[in-house]
């Protein structure tokens, strides 16, 4: 009995020392995985992270880019009426006085000034709008009247009352105009 009883606290003694040993392997490997599990969050944090500084920075580029292109249209609308008062003074000027030698260089003068505005306006991306024969284009005409007509198809722009302009990409000033409308 004594032998058994040592063979029984020996095969126990074995035991806890086998489960001594595997509880701070299960403890170890608990402890990796939760590191390795840490890790894999900490990476698609940065990741994550250096996208959203990515996007930032693509927004601040544009936005920059934008701002140069754009920050002379509030100027651009406001010279815009100096163009239409010089080309309404050029188109006043009567014949009779454009055929007058005293006259002549005045008008040159003037017209040499429209042409200058002109290159100015190119130079800055400012562009006149086509609307006389196009189909009307809410983003980019502003119908003022209907006008009857049996030569142009109804929706199609018969007058321009004011030229519209385009900066660059984007509407600066819709083109006034007359469309045509089917006659009564």
């Not at 035991?15 to 990476?43: F, M, N, S, Y």
């Not at 003074?89 to 040499?112: S, T, V």
């Given at each position: 009995m004594i032998e058994e009883e040592?063979?029984?606290?020996?095969?126990?003694e074995d035991l806890r020392?086998?489960?001594a040993g595997e509880?701070?392997?299960v403890a170890e490997h608990d402890r990796v995985a939760e590191l390795e599990q840490a890790l894999a969050e900490a990476k698609q944090a940065a990741l994550y992270a250096q996208?959203?500084?990515?996007?930032?920075?693509r927004r601040a580029e544009k936005e920059a880019a934008d701002a140069r292109a754009y920050a002379a249209t509030g100027f651009a609308r406001d010279i815009l009426s100096v163009s239409d008062n010089l080309m309404r003074g050029l188109a006043a000027i009567p014949e009779e006085l454009r055929a007058d030698d005293r006259m002549k260089?005045?008008?040159?003068?003037?017209?040499?000034t429209a042409r200058?505005?002109?290159?100015?306006?190119q130079r800055h991306g400012i562009s006149k709008i086509t609307a006389v024969g196009e189909t009307l284009d809410p983003n980019r005409h502003q119908a003022m009247l209907e006008i009857p007509?049996?030569?142009?198809a109804p929706g199609t722009i018969v007058q321009e009352m004011q030229t519209g302009y385009m900066i660059r990409d984007r509407l600066?000033?819709?083109?006034?105009?007359?469309?045509a409308k089917k006659a009564d």
């Amino acid at each position: 009995m004594i032998e058994e009883e040592k063979t029984q606290a020996a095969e126990a003694e074995d035991l806890r020392e086998e489960t001594a040993g595997e509880a701070p392997e299960v403890a170890e490997h608990d402890r990796v995985a939760e590191l390795e599990q840490a890790l894999a969050e900490a990476k698609q944090a940065a990741l994550y992270a250096q996208a959203e500084v990515q996007n930032v920075r693509r927004r601040a580029e544009k936005e920059a880019a934008d701002a140069r292109a754009y920050a002379a249209t509030g100027f651009a609308r406001d010279i815009l009426s100096v163009s239409d008062n010089l080309m309404r003074g050029l188109a006043a000027i009567p014949e009779e006085l454009r055929a007058d030698d005293r006259m002549k260089g005045l008008i040159a003068g003037i017209e040499a000034t429209a042409r200058e505005l002109e290159s100015v306006f190119q130079r800055h991306g400012i562009s006149k709008i086509t609307a006389v024969g196009e189909t009307l284009d809410p983003n980019r005409h502003q119908a003022m009247l209907e006008i009857p007509s049996t030569d142009a198809a109804p929706g199609t722009i018969v007058q321009e009352m004011q030229t519209g302009y385009m900066i660059r990409d984007r509407l600066l000033r819709p083109a006034l105009v007359g469309v045509a409308k089917k006659a009564d």
